[in-house]
């Protein structure tokens, strides 16, 4: 008799509109494994500046996404640290600067093609709730649930502007709305794997909305599909 597939939630959706906060509730409520894959993205432009590679050079950067190791721990928190080449990079690779870095290099589609194996990897038992851009519509297309959250732009910017500051990173709203505003574009208008919600996908707007709030809309959709 076929197994039934692990099942998968996926959460997509532009900067700032709350898929961490909601992947972590999530993941902790349900006891299962998770996959930030915007830390992959963001290893990867890590590793390009480390081995000079020239974030233009899709051949070169989609050589180092092939053999990209990145380790995800999870610390006694639940916060999850992000160990490249034996170094704790986490805090690194969540400045702006590397965001915008790790969205150049994501647009490049020999770049997106050899990271997808790597994510789909994260898929083990009892589930996984995979937050990105393209859980849903690419990755994990046969995902049992899929949410897009989305928020009004300056609502997202003012939230990546407090997690930056209570990171000790010092940035000002005004350009950091620019950086956001610019990395979503490019984002939303790739050719491969754009940011849009997969057709089956729960939309949420998260706006007016708390973490909590959003959770337990969420929970309401994971009770009413009965899935646990
Ligand atoms: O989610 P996060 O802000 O960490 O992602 C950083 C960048 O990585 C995004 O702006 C996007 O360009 C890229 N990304 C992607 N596909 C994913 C996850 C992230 O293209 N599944």
Avoid at 36 to 48: F, T
Avoid at 66 to 79: H, I, S, V, Y
Avoid at 127 to 147: E, Q
Avoid at 167 to 174: I, M, N, Q
């Amino acid at each position: 008799m076929k197994e039934d597939p692990i099942r998968v939630i996926t959460i997509d959706g532009p900067s700032g509109s709350g898929k961490g906060a909601l992947s972590f509730l999530l993941s902790q409520w349900m006891s299962w494994n998770v996959l930030d894959s915007g830390a992959i993205y963001r290893v990867l432009a890590y590793s390009c500046r480390s081995n000079n590679v020239d974030l233009l050079n899709e051949n070169r950067v989609a050589e180092l996404a092939r053999d990209l190791k990145a380790d995800f721990q999870t610390a006694e928190n639940g916060e999850i640290r992000t160990i490249f080449q034996g170094f704790d990079i986490s805090d690194i690779i969540r400045r702006e600067e590397s965001g915008k870095a790790a969205s150049k290099i994501a647009s490049m589609p020999r770049v997106r093609e050899a990271l997808v194996l790597q994510q789909q990897s994260f898929r083990k038992a009892p589930g996984l709730i995979a937050d990105g851009r393209d859980m849903g519509t690419v990755v994990f297309p046969d995902a049992i649930l899929k949410i897009f959250l989305s928020a009004d732009e300056s609502v997202r910017a003012s939230r990546r502007y407090l997690q930056l500051m209570g990171k000790g990173e010092s940035v000002s709203l005004a350009r950091l709305r620019g950086e956001i505003e610019l990395r979503d574009k490019r984002d939303i208008s790739r050719k491969v794997s754009p940011l849009v919600p997969a057709e089956d996908a729960l939309i949420i707007d998260s706006t007016n909305l708390s973490a909590t709030e959003v959770f337990e809309r969420v929970l309401d959709e994971v009770s009413r599909l009965k899935i646990t």
